[in-house]
T-cell receptor, first 111, second 111 residues
Framework: GEDVEQSLFLSVREGDSSVINCTYT??????LYWYKQEPGAGLQLLTY?????DMKQDQRLTVLLNKKDKHLSLRIADTQTGDSAIYFC???????????FGSGTRLLVRP | DAEITQSPRHKITETGRQVTLACHQT?????MFWYRQDLGHGLRLIHY???????NKGEVSDGYSVSRSNTEDLPLTLESAASSQTSVYFC??????????FGPGTRLTVT
């Protein structure tokens, strides 16, 4: 079945880069997403990538996709304290609008 | 501004009681989703709907039901609340795209 896995916790110093990793098992995944959840709030879409792309950059965010290894990563450059949140990787396929989420990575940014 | 709201934001109920969580969106989105968020599990899909009178079971649908009588609302009902249903519940919507917009969540405690 479909499965999305992430490491649970990442701690970085303010100003450093953060890299959050995700692996997925469904080879028919067409779209892959990164959502951000701040404390006490719902999820907010940060960025997404189509499976026929290798990389997508959006300001401080860089998404890398290795389709062969089914590995997705999110790099946040110049990480700020406001980036502290839980980051969820998610996948979907052409056949539905459902999302399969990973368990989330809690990012802590230390001053 | 269009939005998605959930009510109540917090609910405490007793085992065996029926509970209904409300979700209302003003984007006129076709697709609506209910998730539960538990530590270590990320978000798991409970039920979803692709339009009025359409409902589908998700990954963890046992003990829950939904109905879609109009475009704006997808209430989630726990027929007989159980302690295992203590969780944070998120509603989301999308309009024939893969970007889902999330509500602020409802924290439900079953005692």
């Amino acid at each position: 079945g479909e499965d999305v896995e992430q490491s649970l916790f990442l701690s970085v110093r303010e100003g450093d880069s953060s890299v959050i990793n995700c692996t997925y098992t469904d080879s028919s995944s067409t779209y892959l997403y990164w959502y951000k959840q701040e404390p006490g709030a719902g999820l907010q879409l940060l960025t997404y990538i189509f499976s026929n792309m290798d990389m997508k950059q959006d300001q401080r965010l860089t998404v890398l996709l290795n389709k062969k290894d089914k590995h997705l990563s999110l790099r946040i450059a110049d990480t700020q304290t406001g980036d502290s949140a839980i980051y969820f990787c998610a996948e979907s396929t052409d056949s539905s609008y459902k999302l399969i989420f990973g368990s989330g990575t809690r990012l802590l940014v230390r001053p | 501004d269009a939005e998605i709201t959930q009510s109540p934001r917090h609910k405490i109920t007793e085992t065996g009681r029926q509970v209904t969580l409300a979700c209302h969106q003003t984007w006129n989105h076709n697709n609506m989703f209910w998730y539960r968020q538990d530590l270590g599990h990320g978000l798991r899909l409970i039920h979803y709907s692709y339009g009025v009178h359409d409902t589908n079971k998700g990954e963890v649908s046992d003990g829950y039901s939904v109905s879609r009588s109009n475009t704006e609302d997808l209430p989630l009902t726990l027929e007989s609340a159980a302690s295992s249903q203590t969780s944070v519940y998120f509603c989301a919507s999308s309009h024939d795209t893969y970007e889902q917009y999330f509500g602020p969540g409802t924290r439900l405690t079953v005692t």
